[in-house]
């Protein structure tokens, strides 16, 4: 158990949809990094928030949106799911703001869209 | 923006052989993590090592930032060290962002 949690582990849902996928960060990480790893485009970072605060932003569509709450779990929202979208969502969590010293990822958060 | 590439892209080792997996980089970073992927697709963090060297156990890695690479050398290697290693990096200035190759695919033969 890396102490980062994200739920559900699973997700099959159907294009148009949208879902919710959770992450809490390991006790006294602040950061919180979203990434997605597909086939074609392997591991890419989505977006990162420290504290509360959007700080980052990478690949991430506008349809997707992130936020993180003040005990520091974050959310990230899919919406109008594409086939496309089906991946392996990753959340990461560092204790300080650049992730200098070094990340915990969850164990992912697996998406078909059917 | 920088670019990361690792090699080789897949290799297959009986167990017991050692290997080294490269990554190279285009531009200076300020972090630089390998990760080892498992079959369940678990992320598992292996090495903070922007500059220098650092051992655990059968896996060591060494970074030369001025010339732009980092290994990876596993050695006597084990069937659970089948996976896919990745190189990632941020560079300075990014709120650590990382920025991931492509990974190298190691499949340990028994």
């Known amino acids: 158990d890396s102490g980062v949690t994200q739920t559900p582990k699973h997700l099959i849902t159907a294009t148009g949809q949208r879902v919710t996928l959770r992450c809490s960060p390991r006790?006294?990480?602040?950061?919180v990094y979203w990434y997605q790893q597909s086939l074609d485009q392997g591991l890419q970072f989505l977006i990162q928030y420290y504290n509360g605060e959007e700080r980052a932003k990478g690949n991430i569509l506008e349809r997707f949106s992130a936020q993180q709450f003040p005990d520091l779990h974050s959310e990230l929202n899919l919406s109008s799911l594409e086939l496309g979208d089906s991946a392996l969502y990753f959340c990461?969590?560092?204790?300080?703001?650049?992730?200098?010293?070094?990340?915990?990822f969850g164990s992912g958060t697996r998406l078909t869209v059917v | 923006g920088i670019q990361v590439e690792q090699s080789p892209p897949d290799l297959i080792l009986q167990e017991g052989a050692n290997s080294t997996l490269r990554c190279n980089f285009s531009?200076?970073?300020?972090?630089l993590q390998w990760f080892h992927q498992n079959p369940w697709g678990q992320l598992i963090n292996l090495f903070y090592i922007p500059s220098g060297t650092k051992q655990n156990g059968r896996l060591s890695a060494t970074t030369v930032a001025t010339e732009r690479y980092s290994l990876l050398y596993i050695s006597s290697s084990q069937t659970t060290d089948s996976g896919v290693y990745f190189c990632?990096?941020?560079?300075?200035?990014?709120?650590?962002?990382?920025?991931f190759g492509k990974g190298t695919k190691l499949s340990v033969k028994p």
């Open positions: 006790s006294g990480d602040l950061s």
């Open positions: 990632a990096v941020a560079v300075s200035g990014s709120q650590g962002n990382l920025i």
């Open positions: 531009d200076s970073v300020n972090n």
């Open positions: 990461a969590s560092s204790v300080e703001q650049g992730g200098v010293y070094g990340y915990t």
